[in-house]
């Protein structure tokens, strides 16, 4: 029997444990990963020669991160793994790569998508300024390059990521100017119900908070955020405080995101259905294995925001429901313990959203003026005018018009807060102005990209 | 140049990597990105094509491209995926 060609996208906490569930079977799947080490982004691996030991790079984390790492190493004789390659698009049972310069067509029997997500970002007026970037952004910048993003950082935003970064960059000496939060206090109040579900990860949320208040760290929360300041660069954060009040904390950096947003891209080109989350997000539709189109497969935060130990989880589902459909006898009992645990976290995960609930509404009331897209420099006031004067109610439709979501990165920076404006241009609900639609390539090819 | 943007503050001890930034050498060290070096010399990686004003990264994740910088060989590239290497040079004005 000629074994069957499976291929996995993303090597994070989700790919790895679909490719372990896979071999664990006799198979051996080719693993794709545009990063150059497995590890994905919670995970993530600094370059060779950095000497950091687990503990200081991953905190809390540190032994489940070393633990996937070492899965992952014990698995490499069985994987065909290639790393800083990219996965551009996926069409006729055949997944499309680039590897420095190089295209490949990769025809596949099953594909499982575990790529994983970025930040959440909604725009302000001066966030495209040199020294604004995102949570995300500021902790890679830690953890894989050992820099902090500037000399004084004020971070704002919601969510966990906002007091993991900021306690993560104090850590490491640099200077936390402010952690400014949208959420309140009494947000975490109401969540505790939903957080006690994973009682260790929300005990380290509070301790990171605890940490801000021991290095006497300006913090407020229930704030709105008004502008990044700044000629040439960033110079500070203005903002309304909890009583109305505006203030503006000097700073020659800030990190900021709003929690964080799945990267569906290949999904939608690998025929997925989309459900709008109630919350300003579409997710690609999947069953509780993962099985997301014919032989198509997604799991991770790819497919929703449940955290890296769901991620694992549901790259193990994923893996183990190819193992089956191929034929490969999988004891109930073993799904059983997963979707277990996998509904403990998403118990959790309803109170972390209860806790730092976007603040969707600031999309809606930017000024005109404010940079919408970074890519293509359009702005707020002319997604508004095409939605007012030429009767773009759709968020495609729109697009196409004033180039919102129209640039190099597919609107995945912009796209969320672009629906949010034209929602409240049209006066309708967001999931009324539909989702932007993804092209391949998912992302730039270089110009000299050949295949073979 | 501007004021350097990032600050190391760790792993200082890696093997010197020789890059050129507008002409001026920059020593960066073996590990670093592009970005990385770009942001550890000034606080640019290049004026934004849309405007308005300079631009110097976002996500450091390769998601938001951003950071797309011009080298001096006339090709461009994602500056916060990419590694230094020895004589590496790159424009950004
Ligand atoms: C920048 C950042 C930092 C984070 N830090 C933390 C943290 O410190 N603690 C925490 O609890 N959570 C953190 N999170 C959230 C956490 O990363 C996720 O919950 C978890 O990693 C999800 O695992 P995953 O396997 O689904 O995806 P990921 O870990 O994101 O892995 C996805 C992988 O797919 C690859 N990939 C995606 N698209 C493609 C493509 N087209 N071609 C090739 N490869 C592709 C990526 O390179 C990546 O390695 C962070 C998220 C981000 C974005
Ligand atoms: S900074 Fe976002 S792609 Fe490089």
């Not at chain 1, 794709?32 to 370059?47: C, K, L, N, T, V």
């Not at chain 1, 820099?147 to 919601?158: D, E, Q, S």
């Not at chain 1, 955290?307 to 193990?316: I, K, N, S, V």
Request: net charge positive; with cysteine.
């Amino acid at each position: 029997m000629s074994e069957a060609r499976i291929v996995i996208v993303g090597a994070g906490p989700a790919g790895v444990r679909a490719a372990e569930a896979l071999v664990n079977h006799g198979l051996a799947p080719i693993v794709i990963d545009e990063a150059p080490a497995a590890g994905g982004q919670i995970y993530r691996r600094p370059p060779a020669g950095f000497a950091r030991p687990a503990r200081v790079l991953y905190g809390f984390e540190a032994a489940k991160a070393q633990r996937l790492h070492a899965a992952f190493e014990a698995l490499r004789p069985r994987l065909d793994y290639r790393p800083d390659t990219l996965a551009w698009n996926v069409s006729e049972g055949s997944l499309w790569t680039q590897r420095s310069g190089t295209i490949e067509r990769i025809p596949f029997d099953r594909l499982i998508l575990c790529t994983g997500a970025m930040d959440r970002v909604i725009p302000l007026p001066g966030w495209t300024l040199p020294g604004a970037f995102t949570l995300g952004g500021a902790q890679v910048a830690l953890k894989a390059q050992g820099c902090a993003v500037g000399r004084r950082t004020v971070f704002f935003g919601t969510g966990p990521l906002l007091y993991l970064v900021a306690h993560q960059i104090a850590a490491a000496g640099a200077t936390v100017a402010a952690v400014l939060d949208t959420s309140r206090a009494r947000d975490s109040w109401h969540a505790l119900a939903g957080l006690v579900a994973v009682p260790t990860t929300a005990l380290k949320g509070a301790w990171y908070q605890l940490d801000l208040v021991l290095r006497r760290t300006p913090w407020h929360r229930g704030i709105r955020p008004l502008a990044v300041m700044g000629r040439d660069r960033v110079e500070g954060v203005r903002f309304r405080d909890a009583n109305g009040t505006e203030r503006e904390i000097a700073c020659d950096a800030v990190a900021f995101g709003y929690g964080l947003k799945p990267e569906t891209q290949l999904a939608e080109l690998a025929g997925a259905a989309f459900a709008y989350d109630g919350a300003g997000l579409w997710l690609p539709r999947v069953d509780p294995a993962g099985r997301l189109a014919p032989n198509v497969y997604a799991a991770g935060d790819g497919c929703g925001i449940l955290g890296a130990d769901a991620a694992e989880l549901a790259g193990r589902r994923a893996g183990l429901a190819v193992a089956a459909d191929l034929g490969r006898t999988v004891p109930p009992r073993e799904i059983a313990g997963i979707e277990r645990r996998r509904s403990a976290i998403r118990a959790f995960r309803a109170g972390l959203e209860v806790a730092f609930p976007t603040p969707t509404e600031l999309a809606a009331t930017l000024p005109d003026a404010t940079i919408l897209c970074r890519c293509e420099g359009a702005t707020v006031g002319a997604l508004r005018t095409v939605a007012n004067h030429k009767d773009a109610g759709e968020i495609n439709q729109a697009k196409a018009l004033c180039r919102v979501g129209m640039g190099r990165c597919q609107g995945r920076v912009c796209g969320f807060a672009a629906c949010q404006v034209l929602a409240a241009a049209r006066g309708v609900s967001v999931e009324a102005v539909g989702r932007l639609r993804a092209q391949a390539p998912v992302k730039p090819l270089p110009l000299a990209a050949r295949l073979p | 140049m501007a004021d350097p943007q990032f600050v190391r503050v760790a792993e200082r001890h890696r093997a010197p990597v020789a890059i050129v930034i507008d002409g001026r050498p920059f020593q960066a060290v073996a590990g670093d990105t592009l970005l990385t070096a770009l942001l550890l010399a000034g606080a640019r990686v290049r004026v934004a094509e849309f405007g308005p004003g300079d631009r110097a990264g976002f996500c450091l994740m390769g998601a938001c491209q951003d950071c797309w910088v011009n080298l001096a060989d006339g090709t461009r590239t994602r500056a916060c995926t990419t590694p230094v290497a020895d004589g590496l040079s790159v424009l950004t004005a």
